[in-house]
C-alpha cells in the first residue's frame, strides 16, 4: 500500500496541448501538483496539427484540445467551454456599435492563425458556414502576437477567451458581433489503448471534478 502510495507521489505525467490551452491548464496542473510535490511532469505546447501528430505517436498521457481529431482511439473528456471573441482595438471605429453584421466585420483587415491551428480551423469554419470571406491581411503563428497587432490597430481577429484572461485585455475591445462568439469546449483526450499510471488516473479524475471550476465567472468577458 505505501509503495503504491510511494509510486503516485514520484510519477511521471506527460501533457501535450494546443497554444490556447497554455493560458489555463498551467493553473489547474500547478493546483493538482501541490498534492504531488515529487511529481515530474513534462508539458509540451504546440499548434493543433503539431498536437495531433503526438497523439497519433502516443507520445503523451494526456492532450488538450477544442478540436480534436476524429479517431475512435481517443477518449475525449470535455470539461471547460471555450467561446471565440472578436476582438478590436480599443479606439477601432466597430466598438462604437453595438450590432455589428458579420458583413461588415469582415471588411476590416483581419488578422488570422496559421493554417494548422485548432483557431484557425473554428474561424474558417465559422466564416465558411455564413458564406463569408474574411479580408486577411496577415497570418499569425501566435495568440499573444495577434493581441499585439491588434492593439497596434493592425487589424481586428477572433481569438479564443482564454487569450484574453489574466489581465491581458488591456488595449482590446470585445465586439458584439452577429453569430458570435464562436461556442466550443475543451478537451481532455488521452489515447485508449494507453496504460494508465496510478498518477494519470489521478489527473483525470482531478480534471473531471475540478476542470470546469477553472474559469470563474469573473473572468468572463462580457460581451455587450
Ligand atoms: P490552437 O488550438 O492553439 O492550435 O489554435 C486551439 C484549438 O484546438 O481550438
Known amino acids: 500500500r505505501l509503495d503504491k502510495l510511494k509510486g503516485v507521489q514520484t510519477g511521471e505525467l506527460s501533457l501535450a496541448v494546443v497554444t490556447t490551452a497554455q493560458y489555463f491548464i498551467p493553473h489547474l496542473v500547478g493546483e493538482f501538483s501541490e498534492q504531488f ?50 476582438i478590436a482595438p480599443e479606439r477601432h471605429p466597430l466598438t462604437q456599435q453595438t450590432a455589428i453584421s458579420l458583413a461588415e466585420f469582415s471588411r476590416y483587415p483581419f488578422l488570422m492563425r496559421e493554417a494548422g491551428s485548432g483557431t484557425e480551423h473554428a474561424v474558417s469554419d465559422f466564416l465558411a458556414e455564413h458564406q463569408i470571406t474574411a479580408n486577411v491581411r496577415m497570418t499569425i503563428e501566435s495568440n499573444e502576437a495577434i493581441k499585439h497587432a491588434v492593439i497596434s490597430g493592425l487589424g481586428v481577429s477572433i481569438l479564443s477567451e482564454h487569450t484574453l484572461s489574466y489581465g491581458g485585455l488591456s488595449g482590446l475591445s470585445v465586439l458584439s458581433v452577429e453569430h458570435l462568439p464562436i461556442q466550443t469546449q475543451w478537451y481532455l483526450v488521452r489515447r485508449k489503448s494507453r496504460p494508465m499510471s496510478p498518477i494519470a488516473e489521478r489527473f483525470l479524475s482531478y480534471v473531471k471534478q475540478q476542470g470546469s471550476q477553472l474559469f470563474t465567472s469573473d473572468q468572463q468577458f462580457v460581451v455587450s
Open 37 to 86: 510535490p515529487e511529481l515530474n511532469i513534462t508539458f509540451k505546447v504546440g499548434n493543433r496539427a503539431q498536437t495531433i501528430e503526438r497523439s497519433v505517436a502516443d507520445e503523451d498521457d494526456f492532450y488538450v484540445f477544442s478540436h480534436p481529431p476524429e479517431d475512435p482511439d481517443l477518449e475525449l473528456i470535455d470539461f471547460l467551454p471555450n467561446r471565440l471573441l472578436a
